[in-house]
């Protein structure tokens, strides 16, 4: 890996300056001791966050002495998983709160050396399975997912991806132009997931380097780049990433924000950047027991969502990955849920809610059942509230259209190809 294009957390660090004193009135994170001093252009410059990534049990205790008692169960985490936050993401930790969102999602938790034999896997994706180059995972036929680092500014304790991301000893090969070159050499794929790690972590040169080889394949449709650094570090979508990016449409934002404590003032200009420059956010949220498992939590988060244009797009049941148990839900929380939010709130604020099978099965789509029973040209179909009405199918049933060849050879589906799309569904 070229660490010079990969900025270092917690790397050198640039001394912060006194703040101005203005009477009584104090920045929310100057009630922190250790920031007291940081001044709002310090702590709105990402890379000031970058620089004073919080990584050791001990600046913890100086910022929360409330977790002085959970002290050595962090330390008993830290020989084998990462530990980092922005000062940003944990400035947002109710320390009253012993299960507080933020501070589930962030700090470490003794529970997390717990592997349940015979349920939980190292790679419950089966990526490893599906990497024709390293860092490259090629599943479905017209997608592939670029992992071009192994680095974040939050290392999520829920992390799917721990096996790489959070584990000390791994680290993921990264081979930019050998995965381009694939890229380039498959025709069938039209879409790229840009990701890591956080994709927004790299140095701009070495992700325009990225995006300037993807856009210039012409079967390459559509980029997508998957971030968390709106909810955990948004002074990082700055005017100048946001004109580089957009220079490569279309591209497609995909974040991750996971309860309403996560949208800020700051998170919200995040997104308004993005989606003022044409750049679309969808949001996908894991559903985390304890943090966001209800009803309530997540229908407040979808319509914030929506109010700040992202579009909730997945919900993600949490995956088979060691050491994360204590945050999977029985799969009917996440079924409960939907049938709260279907009909309640606008279509638009719905994410899909899905599972990601093991074994690289892909995303399975699960919720409630609203088709109650099929009969002879009539189904019986239920609606938010309950009510059955009858639907009367009718007697003509050739559904061929007579465009239906043009696009297969526009799609290149091979008639032969498995699936309703001949090899590309
Ligand atoms: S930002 Fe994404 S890749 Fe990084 S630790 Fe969090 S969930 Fe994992």
Excluded at 2 to 23: C, I
Excluded at 286 to 311: A, T, W
Excluded at 366 to 372: A, E, F, K, N, S
Aim: net charge neutral; proline share 8%.
């Amino acid at each position: 890996m070229n660490h010079t294009e990969t900025l270092p957390p917690g790397g050198v660090q640039s001394e912060a300056k006194p703040a101005k004193a203005k009477g009584s009135a104090k920045h929310p994170w100057q009630s922190f001791k250790k920031w007291s001093h940081v001044t709002p252009e310090q702590w709105n410059d990402w890379q000031w966050q970058y620089h004073h990534l919080v990584t050791t049990p001990e600046e913890l205790i100086e910022l929360f002495p409330e977790f002085e008692g959970e002290v050595e169960e962090i330390r008993s985490t830290l020989g084998k998983y990462k530990f980092a936050s922005t000062p940003y993401y944990l400035s947002l930790i109710n320390p009253k709160n012993p299960e507080d969102p933020i501070k589930l999602q962030a700090i470490p938790s003794r529970l997390e050396m717990n592997v349940e034999r015979g349920v939980d896997l190292r790679d419950p994706l089966s990526e490893d399975r599906d990497m024709p180059v390293p860092g490259l995972v090629h599943r479905y036929p017209d997608r592939v997912l670029f992992l071009i680092t192994e680095i974040c500014t939050v290392y999520c304790r829920f992390c799917t991806r721990r096996r790489v991301i959070l584990e000390k000893e791994s680290h993921i090969e990264r081979q930019i132009d050998t995965n381009i070159d694939y890229i380039r050499k498959h025709p069938e794929i039209h879409d790229v997931i840009i990701s890591g790690g956080d994709a927004l972590v790299v140095g701009e040169s070495l992700l325009e380097r990225v995006l300037k080889g993807l856009r210039a394949i012409p079967h390459v449709y559509v980029i997508r780049i998957g971030s968390r650094i709106p909810p955990v570090c948004p002074m990082r979508i700055t005017e100048s990433l946001v004109s580089m990016l957009k220079k490569y449409q279309p591209l497609y934002f995909m974040t991750h924000f996971n309860h309403p404590y996560e949208i800020t003032p700051d998170s919200k200009k995040a997104c308004a950047l993005l989606v003022d420059n044409g750049i679309p956010v969808l949001n996908q949220t894991v559903l985390l027991r304890k943090i966001n498992s209800c009803p309530f939590i997540m229908r407040e988060m979808c319509y914030e969502l929506i109010r700040m244009r992202v579009k909730p797009y997945y919900l993600y049941q949490c995956d088979l990955s060691e050491g994360i148990s204590h945050f999977r839900t029985p799969v009917s929380k996440g079924i409960e849920i939907m049938e709260s939010l279907r009909g309640h709130i606008s279509g638009l604020a719905i994410p899909t809610y899905v599972i990601d099978a093991p074994g690289g099965g892909g995303k399975v789509p699960v919720g409630p059942t609203y088709l109650i029973s099929e009969g002879d040209h009539k189904v019986v179909v239920r609606n938010y509230a309950g009510k059955l009405s009858v639907y009367t199918e009718p007697q003509e049933t050739d559904c061929s259209c007579s465009t239906t060849d043009e696009m297969k050879s526009k799609l290149g589906a091979s008639p032969q190809g498995a699936g309703p799309l001949g090899g590309v569904a």
